[in-house]
């Protein structure tokens, strides 16, 4: 016998099912009067520094169909490159801008939709920058555990080149899964969860 | 968001332990049915935590209203309350290592004490409870410890074979202090006969695993003639120590 290393077990995950949004959205499911409003609905006060921008995408299952419902949230940097988050040791984030976003996939339509801002570049842990990008954690009826990915932007050709994630990816065809497209107004990032078009998940 | 700064307590800024995705569900677990379409078929890009995903949202009590943790009242009209066995569920959200993890926002939703949830898309023929809407949350104190009050929910039928049931259960959505601690899971009563059965259960190897998310009645805890109380911890990933590893730039 050798000492033990006193560590638990993190708890294990299970399917957020299909009423997510009774518990994280209720207003969306038309539970009225228990929260002001949802939360993670507005990442960006009027004061919010950075260009502004408009994220939009679907997420389809194996079989090319959208997900109508799925709960996305997103995490990012404000325009400086800083995290609004107590762990965050270079310096104050933006006052103004949360961060962190929550949007149910439409009803019908199966579309997200996020009114952000550009995020900035934060370093690696050996220092050299990443590109711009933007985290998604993803769950739904379905999906046993969170799935976590990235958008990078489309229009950032320069530093995505030099980003030490999307280097870690073998198989170089599979890059532009991460690469959201420019559009009008924003991005549009479709996020596929098998198949052809398979999208990178991580695991971090 | 941040405004509410726990504590004189040093932030912590390691990465977290890598995910026992063994221990956790696969992706793909055909017994229960829409996981098929909706698990990815290649594997997961490993990459060390990097500040993306040590870094996450925090959230200040400003953002609670008074009944948020009292789902029995919640959603009541005045002076009535929700129909259905009266409990508290309370517990405390721990990090691997056994420390308590301060400020973590819960969520909590779930079906009524008939198995019927307030959800436009869902049609079971048990009826809504007019006094119960099944949403809360709460944030966690300086020691890790949370409580709620509710209803205990009812087994629910489900169309994945022809005649399963979930067992009753609360859904949780937990908030760690870091992004890659995000975590969503239900949380099952202790001695339901449905647990071994449920197919969303069975997406977890390990029956330890499933005790853990099983909560245990504990009468210690009860509030005479008035609720029973069940304990449920909650374990997010852990922090590795920073003793030996470059610090990030500005760190």
Redesign the interface.
């Known amino acids: 016998m050798v000492q033990s290393l006193?560590?638990?077990?993190?708890?294990?995950?299970?399917?957020?099912?299909?009423?997510?949004?009774?518990?994280?959205t209720?207003n969306f499911?038309?539970?009225g009067?228990?929260?002001?409003e949802d939360?993670g609905t507005q990442m960006a006060g009027e004061k919010a520094k950075g260009e502004r921008i408009v994220i939009t995408g679907h997420i389809f299952?194996?079989?090319g169909?959208p997900?109508k419902?799925a709960l996305v949230?997103i995490?990012?940097?404000d325009a400086d490159g800083l995290?609004?988050?107590?762990?965050?040791?270079?310096g104050s984030?933006d006052?103004n801008f949360?961060?962190?976003g929550r949007c149910p996939t439409d009803?019908t339509s199966g579309e997200f939709r996020f009114e952000t801002i550009k995020p900035g570049r934060?370093?690696?842990?050996?220092?050299r920058m990443?590109a711009p990008?933007v985290?998604f954690?993803i769950?739904?009826?379905?999906?046993?555990?969170?799935?976590?990915t990235?958008m990078y932007f489309g229009d950032e050709e320069a530093a995505n080149a030099e980003d030490p994630?999307l280097a870690?990816?073998e198989h170089r065809v599979?890059v532009p899964t991460l690469i959201a497209d420019k559009v009008d107004g924003g991005y549009r990032f479709d996020i596929h969860?098998?198949?052809e078009k398979?999208?990178?998940?991580?695991?971090? | 968001m941040s405004e509410n700064r726990l504590s004189n307590r040093k932030p912590e800024t390691g990465a977290f332990f890598q995910r026992d995705r063994e221990w956790h569900p696969q992706g793909y677990t055909p017994w229960y049915k829409t996981s098929v379409l909706r698990s990815p078929q290649k594997a997961l890009l490993s990459l060390d935590n990097t500040i993306s995903e040590i870094t996450g949202p925090v959230f200040g009590h400003n953002i609670l209203g008074e009944l948020d943790h009292d789902l029995i009242h919640n959603f009541a009209k005045p002076g009535e309350s929700a129909i259905g066995p009266r409990i508290i569920v309370y517990g405390r959200v721990l990090d691997e290592r056994g420390k308590g993890v301060p400020g973590a926002l819960l969520e909590f939703w779930q079906a009524n004490a008939g198995g019927r949830y307030r959800h436009k898309k869902e049609g079971y023929i048990a009826p809504l409870d007019p006094n119960f809407g099944g949403c809360g949350r709460t944030i966690t104190d300086e020691d890790g410890g949370y409580a709620f009050r509710t209803i205990q929910p009812g087994p629910y039928p489900w169309p994945n074979g022809p005649n399963d049931w979930r067992p009753a259960h609360i859904h949780f959505s937990v908030f760690g202090h870091g992004f890659a601690q995000r975590l969503i899971t239900q949380m099952y009563f202790e001695g339901d006969p449905l647990i071994p059965l449920c197919p969303i259960v069975k997406t977890i190897n390990d029956p330890v695993a499933i005790s853990d998310l099983t909560a245990v009645l504990d009468m210690g805890a009860t509030k005479p003639m008035d609720s029973r109380a069940y304990k449920f911890d909650i374990v997010l990933r852990g922090r590795r120590s920073t003793l030996f590893e470059n610090r990030m730039e500005g760190n």
């Open positions: 006193n560590r638990l077990k993190e708890s294990a995950s299970q399917t957020a099912g299909p009423y997510v949004h009774i518990g994280l209720p499911a038309e539970i009067g228990v929260y002001p939360l299952d194996g079989t169909t997900l419902d949230e995490w990012q940097a995290y609004n988050s107590p762990s965050e040791t270079r984030a006052p949360s961060g962190w009803m934060v370093p690696f842990k050996d220092g990443m990008h985290t954690w769950v739904a009826r379905g999906i046993n555990i969170g799935l976590q990235r994630v870690r990816i599979r969860l098998q198949g398979e999208t990178v998940f991580f695991d971090i």
